[in-house]
């Protein structure tokens, strides 16, 4: 079992950045897959990053690519989102979230363990 939890989220204008992070408590952090989601009002969560247990694979949405980095620290129990050249359209819920797999997943079915998620909110 791991609990996750988000931080990070706020009001940024568009062009800004933020950070986000999710801590996680609960034994084995490094053998999970983790990943982030999010969910604007009336859509469906979708991904937007996702990292191996090691850290050497990561994916990314096509619309995030260039803009997001997915990075974790083991030690630290924690992965992180840096969100660059913020866009309204990324205004959402994040979330994260943990697979046993330990692989960089994209498929949302696949992850077991959620947080309660963050909100962005872009303006423009």
């Known amino acids: 079992q791991v609990q996750l939890v988000e931080s990070g989220g706020g009001l940024v204008q568009a062009g800004g950045s933020l950070r986000l992070s999710c801590a996680a408590s609960?034994?084995?952090?490094?053998?999970?897959?983790l990943g982030w989601f999010r969910q604007a009002p009336g859509k469906e969560r979708e991904f937007v990053a996702a990292?191996?247990?090691?850290?050497?694979?990561?994916d990314y949405a096509d619309s995030v690519k260039g803009r997001f980095t997915i990075s974790r620290d083991n030690a630290k129990n924690t992965v992180y989102l840096q969100m660059n050249s913020l866009k309204p359209e990324d205004t959402a819920v994040y979330y994260c979230?943990?697979?046993?797999?330990?692989?960089?997943?994209?498929?949302?079915?696949?992850?077991?363990?959620w947080g309660q998620g963050t909100q962005v909110t872009v303006s423009s």
């Open positions: 979230a943990a697979n046993t797999l330990g692989i960089a997943t994209i498929f949302r079915g696949t992850y077991n363990y």
């Open positions: 609960g034994r084995a952090f490094s053998a999970y897959g």
């Open positions: 990292i191996s247990r090691s850290g050497g694979s990561t």
